[in-house]
């Protein structure tokens, strides 16, 4: 789902309005105003049920706002920073920077949305008796707004995954077991079979001639289905991440040159090279068996030719520990995080006795991750992903790792 159109900022919080949100806004304009022939008798005059229509359609999604409002602000005083709040076809959604690090910040979060809507429930259907008595027309629509609240309320407290029920269960678990990847699982669990109960009911509405019930049913389970199965993946890209070592991923970019090479022979070999990829390997620098460190050729650009023939690569050489370095050993979700907080394109993988054994690039662990998934490629789009700087396949490593970082599912050593 894309972002949609800013609309304004509440507390620091960007409101958006998808493009899908507009269909949805005919449908329920044209579905209100059905209703408000049904229960006004006399019923109003055709404007002003269609202006009834469209005023409670709009009333609703500012009470689907407050909702999504108040998941928001209990996450905000929860330190968790709020990208936007964004409202769509199925309602509205809360995005968040990363999950509560905790299993009661994450349960705050989760009730604080059913908590508004079940208090604009309660207020709305306690003054829909005075509102009768200003105007028939207003206690109709004061008494409907009360009702869908409090549907709004029941319905996400379902307890499966993407509703607030879910997260509340996935928070309980995670109370309980101390493990967040277990309640992620029992949520999602949940979610799914919600999901496959939503589309089955759906199509016996649908067979019984409901059919504008029936299909909402079948297209919120649909959606229930994609939301489990993205989390789905989600959890096994994390599984992977911590069991793949980075052994199993990395390579070896790097050529080794003894230290008595001349810069008229390194500028020969480079010439000579076929390096088709991006980044050129590394060259690093032995003497006598002993590392001694890196030279790169930056000394090839700043140096006159005529010096090449007497200049050693001894003469120009940096120290290994310049490179962003991991153990062979390391999981792979650590060698995303040093990618990120180093900013290299390339990691010098370690043996455990600290020399240097291969290399590391973004597409290298991406591509050893879709591997594991059982993600098969033609020859030539893998070498054509191997030259390439980032994940593959636009993989979105660095958002699984962080949300395992703030969920304790993993620790960084070097916090």
């Known amino acids: 789902m894309g972002e949609g159109w800013r609309l304004l900022t509440i507390r620091g919080i960007p409101l958006r309005i998808h493009p899908s949100w507009f269909v949805v806004l005919v449908l329920a304009t044209l579905a209100f105003q059905q209703h408000y022939i049904r229960v006004l008798n006399p019923a109003p005059d055709e404007p002003v049920r269609w202006l009834l229509g469209l005023l409670t359609a709009l009333l609703l999604f500012v009470s689907v706002l407050l909702h999504e409002l108040g998941h928001s602000l209990v996450a905000l005083s929860q330190g968790v920073r709020v990208r936007s709040i964004t409202l769509f076809l199925l309602g509205g959604v809360a995005s968040v920077e990363r999950e509560c690090?905790?299993?009661?910040?994450?349960?705050?979060?989760?009730?604080?949305?059913?908590?508004?809507?079940?208090?604009?429930?309660?207020?709305?259907?306690?003054?829909?008796?005075?509102?009768?008595?200003?105007?028939?027309?207003?206690?109709?629509?004061?008494?409907?707004?009360?009702?869908?609240?409090l549907v709004l309320a029941l319905f996400n407290l379902l307890p499966g995954l993407p509703l607030d029920g879910g997260l509340i269960v996935k928070a309980l678990v995670w109370q309980v077991t101390g493990s967040q990847r277990r309640g992620l699982e029992v949520a999602n669990a949940s979610g799914r079979f919600l999901a496959y109960a939503a589309i089955g009911l759906g199509m016996v509405l649908l067979l019984r001639g409901n059919g504008i019930g029936g299909l909402w049913l079948m297209l919120l389970g649909w959606f229930g289905l994609g939301a489990s199965r993205n989390q789905g993946q989600l959890l096994l890209l994390q599984q992977l991440l911590k069991e793949l070592r980075v052994e199993a991923a990395a390579s070896r970019r790097f050529r080794v040159l003894e230290a008595r090479t001349t810069l008229r022979e390194l500028s020969q070999m480079r010439l000579a090279s076929t390096?088709?990829?991006?980044?050129?390997?590394?060259?690093?620098?032995?003497?006598?068996?002993?590392?001694?460190?890196?030279?790169?050729?930056?000394?090839?650009?700043?140096?006159?030719?005529?010096?090449?023939?007497?200049?050693?690569?001894?003469?120009?050489?940096?120290?290994?520990s310049a490179l962003s370095a991991i153990g062979a050993s390391d999981p792979l979700w650590l060698a995303v995080l040093r990618f990120e907080e180093s900013g290299s394109q390339r990691l010098l993988v370690l043996s455990p006795a600290g020399l240097p054994v291969g290399t590391l690039e973004r597409a290298e662990l991406g591509l050893a991750v879709l591997q594991r998934l059982g993600v098969r490629l033609p020859a030539p789009m893998l070498a054509s992903l191997r030259g390439q700087l980032g994940y593959p396949l636009g993989l979105a490593l660095p958002q699984v790792v962080r949300s395992m970082l703030a969920s304790g599912e993993v620790v960084d050593p070097g916090a």
């Open 275 to 320: 390096e088709s990829t991006a980044l050129p390997d590394w060259l690093l620098v032995c003497d006598r068996g002993r590392w001694q460190g890196f030279i790169d050729d930056t000394v090839l650009q700043q140096l006159p030719v005529q010096a090449w023939d007497r200049e050693r690569v001894a003469d120009h050489l940096q120290p290994l």
């Open 101 to 149: 690090s905790t299993a009661r910040g994450a349960l705050l979060v989760a009730a604080a949305g059913p908590a508004v809507s079940l208090v604009l429930a309660v207020l709305l259907l306690g003054l829909s008796h005075q509102a009768t008595h200003l105007s028939p027309a207003l206690g109709a629509m004061v008494t409907e707004l009360g009702g869908l609240n």
